[in-house]
DNA sequence: ACTAGAAGCGCC
DNA sequence: AAACGGCGCTTCTAGT
């Protein structure tokens, strides 16, 4: 049988090939902008001053904002947040939850909502990234980040600092990304899987349409919603919520719908996709009667909830079994193609910096850009063969924030 | 003084 | 009424 895709290694296997390649990537680093981060600390020092002093204002005194449950005293019993409406407010162990996602419900209700929102951000910001990731910095001017393989999914992690995890969503993440730059003389490459999840699980359930949908290099979440008939908008929150096994609560929650409209659109999810549906049971089924789930290569998770008669739990590991599959062949693929760059392409052409689950990042001369990504996205692209094709989007620049496309 | 758990939130 | 896959870090709080 004649295949283009090289011989698979054992999960085994590919644990003991990545090492070298991390360690090679933890011992590089990455370099920090430091002046301009401690500049951004005043910045955003000065701008929690001035909330802060907006928020004390706003409650008629002094407390303690980022103590949980002294919030909650003050927005709904001081501020009686909630009270007139029906609103229901999420309950934590101790007190009225006042996480971003109960905040938002009163975001128009009262001023003090959206300084606690803002405040939240800046100093999360603040003392997670922009504070202590200076002094992180080694003698040789860059991040060394650790990364370990210890994962229930096989994925990596990082920490130390934690490189996984840097801002990206919002503007003001946005400035922390940026102080992460190459070197003199280099500019940085990214280079991310598209969707990488998704075509996992249309090759593991062989269904045509999404299978179609991939071939024809259509906009997945575009054309899963006119398969479906529902806004793309819809079908995205569906796609994104069939990874982690969500289900019609998960998805009202998504679209801020009632619950009935949310179960109708997984219903017709399933009748649009019959056999992901299948697929998804017989997952279920197997891990139940094997005890585990297992990726591509064989990874196996151990879900004994299954077979349990705690509801909950059951749920859960349902939920698991389906997500453990997809979210480590993920990361299989990206291990393999992270091997496969680290024997292929020498250093002083691409050093790989950092890994964040579907994206790697690299270090490369100035200018280079246009001849070493597609070498970096062929190997990418072919490390293994699935029923779906499987792309990459590469971007370079001076940081890890303002990039343009190749 | 130290630790462990909650709560919250950054990323994929 | 209803807790959703995988991580790590910071802060507060209650415990020793």
Redesign the pocket.
């Known amino acids: 049988m004649a295949t283009k895709t090289p011989k698979l290694p054992t999960i085994e296997q590919l644990d003991k090939q990545l090492a070298p390649v991390l360690r090679d990537m933890e011992a590089r680093g990455i370099t920090l902008d430091v002046p301009y981060l401690k500049t951004l600390a005043t910045e955003f020092q000065a701008n929690i001053d001035v909330l802060q002093a907006d928020i004390y204002r706003e409650a008629g005194h002094e407390f ?1 904002i ?7 005293v003050v927005l709904y019993d001081e501020l009686k947040l909630g009270a007139g409406e029906e609103m ?1 407010i ?14 938002a419900k009163f975001v128009d209700t009262h001023p003090i909502v959206p300084l606690i ?1 803002k405040y ?2 800046e ?6 990234y922009i ?2 990731l200076p002094e992180l910095v080694a003698e040789d001017g860059r991040l060394h980040t650790t990364y ?1 393989i ?4 096989g ?1 990596l ?6 490189l ?7 503007d003001e ?1 946005k400035k922390i990304r940026r102080a992460f730059v190459a070197q003199p003389g280099f500019e940085l490459l990214s280079i ?1 899987y598209s969707q990488i999840e998704l075509r996992i699980a249309a090759h593991f359930s062989g269904d045509p349409g999404l299978i179609q949908a991939f071939t024809e290099g259509r906009d997945i979440h575009a054309a899963t919603g006119e398969q479906m008939g529902v806004d793309r908008r819809v079908a995205k929150a569906i796609n994104f ?1 069939l ?12 679209l801020n719908i009632p ?2 409209d949310a179960q109708a659109f997984i219903d017709q999810y399933f009748v649009t996709f019959p056999k992901l549906a299948e697929w998804m049971k017989s997952v279920q089924q197997k891990a139940h009667d094997n005890g585990y789930a297992e990726t591509l290569l064989g990874r196996k ?1 151990y879900l004994a909830e299954l077979k349990g008669f705690n509801a ?1 739990l059951r ?2 590991a349902e ?2 079994a ?3 599959p997809i ?1 480590g062949t ?1 990361a299989e693929i990206v291990g393999l193609a992270m091997i496969a760059i680290h024997k292929a392409i020498p250093l002083d052409q691409a050093a790989m910096l950092l890994q ?4 790697l990042l690299f270090e490369i001369p100035e200018g280079t850009a246009t001849t070493i990504a597609p070498k970096l996205q062929q190997i990418m692209d072919s490390v293994i063969e699935l029923s779906v094709p499987i792309k990459t989007e590469a971007e370079h620049g001076p940081n890890w924030e303002e990039m343009e496309g190749l």
């Open positions: 303690s980022k103590s949980p449950s002294q919030l909650a229901w999420k309950k934590t162990k101790s007190h009225r939850s006042t996480a971003a996602s109960e905040l929102i939240r951000e100093t999360k910001l603040l003392s997670t504070v202590p370990s210890d994962t229930a999914a994925r992690s990082s920490k130390n600092p934690n996984q995890n840097i801002p990206v969503r919002s993440g991310d919520g990874l982690f096994g969500q289900g019609a609560f998960g998805l009202a929650g998504a619950i009935e998770r909950n749920n859960f939920r698991v389906i997500n453990h979210q993920e964040v689950h579907d994206e």
